[in-house]
């Protein structure tokens, strides 16, 4: 399994971005999916992830109510919508991929991680 993130970038506080994780062959069905981010100095955190189904999403409550993550089955792509950015939003993103949502979700031994793009918000 292959992830490829990208749409990093520099914004403004209160800007959106929209980022985008390209994985090889169809692997919805195999592996729930999430992002993560790390800040400089900082430990990697949860960000957001779906179930391998598709139906359950779940949400760091820093970003609850301005970050989307979604899915599209046809380009094997997760994208990761966000919006009304902060400077403590500034971090590489990165995407991964587990057999186990809960694990996904508790950054447990997680199966697969992409390379991550930077997202810098400035103030």
């Known amino acids: 399994v292959q992830l490829v993130e990208s749409g990093g970038g520099l914004v403004q506080a209160g800007d959106s971005l929209r980022l985008s994780c390209a994985a090889s062959g169809r692997i919805f069905s195999l592996y729930a999916m999430g992002w993560f981010r790390q800040a400089p100095g900082k430990e990697r955190e949860f960000v957001a992830a779906?179930?391998?189904?598709?139906?359950?999403?779940y949400y760091a409550d820093s970003v609850k109510g301005r970050f989307t993550i979604s899915r599209d089955g046809v380009k094997n792509t997760v994208y990761l919508q966000m919006n009304s950015l902060k400077p403590e939003d500034t971090a590489v993103y990165y995407c991964a991929a587990d057999s186990a949502y809960s694990d996904l979700i508790n950054n447990n031994n997680v199966d697969y991680w992409g390379k991550g793009t930077q997202v810098t918000v400035s103030s």
């Open positions: 779906f179930s391998r189904s598709g139906s359950s999403t």
